[in-house]
Nanobody, 116 residues
Framework: VQLVESGGGLVQPGGSLRLSCAASGFTFSSYDLTWYRQAPGKERALVARITSTTGSTNYADSVKGRFTISRDNAKNTVYLQMNSLKPEDTAVYYC??????????WGQGAQVTVSS
């Protein structure tokens, strides 16, 4: 099982980035997918989630209207489009695949730094 994030980097405030998370080794389409982030000195927190069944989404209040999560089951990939980035969005972003009961996988993380 692997989840590999890509697309992180340094961006100026107001800029955009798109994170990707490529999955392998499990039945991607039957898993809920979630992006989390962890800023220095803070706990890991949910950013956005997309379900396996209906594709419904939910977002942290801090990113609503700026971030969009999507999935491509044909490519076994989940995306996080991040627009209007702010310095407070700086964190390591992790993708997570979850299926009840007991299946829970994490990627290695991608650094996103928003700074001028």
């Amino acid at each position: 099982v692997q989840l590999v994030e890509s697309g992180g980097g340094l961006v100026q405030p107001g800029g955009s980035l798109r994170l990707s998370c490529a999955a392998s080794g499990f039945t991607f389409s039957s898993y809920d997918l979630t992006w989390y982030r962890q800023a220095p000195g803070k706990e890991r927190a949910l950013v956005a989630r997309i379900t396996s069944t209906t594709g419904s989404t939910n977002y942290a209040d801090s990113v609503k209207g700026r971030f969009t999560i999507s999935r491509d089951n044909a490519k076994n990939t989940v995306y996080l489009q991040m627009n209007s980035l702010k310095p407070e969005d700086t964190a390591v972003y992790y993708c997570n695949a979850n299926r009840f009961p007991g299946k829970n996988y994490w990627g290695q993380g991608a650094q996103v730094t928003v700074s001028s």
